[in-house]
């Protein structure tokens, strides 16, 4: 665990002296690569949402391709489509850029919902059925998702189911100024986001890694006491008076999934309460829908979240 604890720590220290002023989210993706769950970005744009996933899957030596999501993208044009071959007289497959082991769908609520829903199969099951016959998808399969929270015009919200399909929604802000001066002197000294291809980072572990590191995740304990915990938790957001949609069941597993790799990342094999209220903002931020009245009132989901975890006692 150590040789493998190390390295992920690394690539973490590595990411935010690429992508500069965003610990918080670097943090919270590693977790979430390692409780093997797909990720939503949201941010302006410029704050290095694209950078921080190409510069992950760079430093992983992970197979990367990106999908630039328009009104106009076709389920086909995600996930492949049958080619007849007039030479051999067969159909073969031309595989779409879901075959890959990380895959970053930008601007995703910018594409319809039938396009959207390619990708369900894919995130939920790991493969992709094209006329009857399904199609595995790499071991390390992760979709890192973003969106812009500003842009309204031309925009298809993301159905609950798709959303809960995700495990975190990490929120990518502004830098704070001693962090943007450092982006200024880095781009002084020659540092440039778009050759990333090049020398400028150096690969420091390999996807099977990754596997075995999400393999020791699953190994860390946790205590009945701590599960009654996170299940209270989650009731509570079902009965919450200012919501009309609370967490569900699969949501609870995941939020459970997630704890163990924070804990993990911690360099603890077991898990906290304090791991548990971690990784609650970012897991339940894009799956609690508020109440009208709420919404009126000005109360935000983040609100919510934390007033759910100071309502539920910790356990001793």
């Known amino acids: ?5 190390t390295a992920i720590t690394t690539i973490g220290k590595q990411l935010s002296t690429i992508v500069i002023g965003q610990e918080v989210p670097v943090q919270q993706l590693l977790v979430a690569l390692l409780a093997e769950g797909h990720v939503i970005l949201e ?3 410029g704050t290095g949402k694209t950078l921080l996933v190409r510069a992950l899957s760079r430093l992983m030596q992970a197979d990367f391709a990106r999908i630039q999501l328009t009104p106009d993208i076709l389920p086909s044009d995600i996930s492949g489509t049958n080619v007849f071959d007039l030479a051999s007289r067969t159909f073969t497959l031309k595989q779409g850029p879901v075959f890959t082991q990380v895959l970053l769908a930008d601007e995703i609520n910018r594409t319809p919902p039938k396009t959207q829903a390619a990708l369900l199969e894919a995130m939920e099951e790991q493969q992709v059925t094209l006329d009857g016959t399904s199609h595995p998808l790499p071991d390390l399969f992760w979709v890192v998702a973003t ?3 500003l842009e309204f015009e031309g925009t298809y919200p993301l159905p609950e189911a798709q959303l809960d399909r995700f495990l975190f929604k990490l929120v990518v802000g502004y830098p704070a100024p001693a962090a943007e001066k450092q982006m200024l002197l880095n781009a002084q000294a ?3 986001a778009k050759r990333l291809d090049m020398k400028q980072i150096k690969p420091l572990i390999k996807a099977d890694h990754v596997l075995a590191a999400r393999k020791a995740v699953k190994g860390v304990t946790v205590q009945d006491p701590v599960l009654d915990y996170l299940l209270a938790l989650g009731q509570k957001t079902r ?3 200012d919501l009309e949609l609370g967490t569900s069941p699969r949501s609870v597993v995941q ?3 997630a704890s163990k790799a924070q804990a ?7 898990v906290t309460p304090d791991h548990i209220k971690s990784v609650a903002p970012p897991l339940l931020r894009h799956r609690l829908i508020l109440g009208a009245e709420a919404q009126l009132d000005g109360l935000t989901v983040d609100r919510v979240i934390q007033g759910v975890l100071d309502s539920v006692a910790v356990p001793r």
């Open 1 to 5: 665990m150590s040789n493998l604890h």
């Open 43 to 45: 941010g302006v744009p």
């Open 147 to 149: 969106q812009n929270p």
């Open 190 to 192: 020659g540092f440039e």
């Open 239 to 241: 009965q919450h008076p």
């Open 255 to 257: 939020w459970l999934q």
């Open 264 to 270: 993990w990342l911690a360099g603890q094999d077991y």
